[in-house]
């Protein structure tokens, strides 16, 4: 693609933005703003805006993850609970008894 055509989808891109964070029609405001565009052109604008819609939500729920996993990763996997199974008296005796004996 051109620097020419880079710029004017640019231009399109803008005022497609524009118009849909006001809540208008994006692909209205670009027809009505760039009159003659090909209808081709102003669906390609209209992806490229989606698509960085698309990607800024995204960011959010892997900030959110990778937010929890380096939380983890600092705090280590000991400051978190173990569970418990079941438990079983017979080891519990038989641990009770090693420990007793200074664990011989």
Known sequence: MSDVRKQVMAQIISVMAEAEARGDNGFAAASQAFPGTPKSVLIEASVEVEDARTEAWWRTPERTIDGE???????????????????????????????????R
């Open 69 to 103: 996993v380096i939380r983890y990763a600092i705090a280590g996997p000991a400051s978190e609970p173990v569970p418990a199974g079941p438990r079983d008296a017979e080891f519990d005796a038989s641990l009770d008894a090693l420990v007793a004996e200074g664990g």
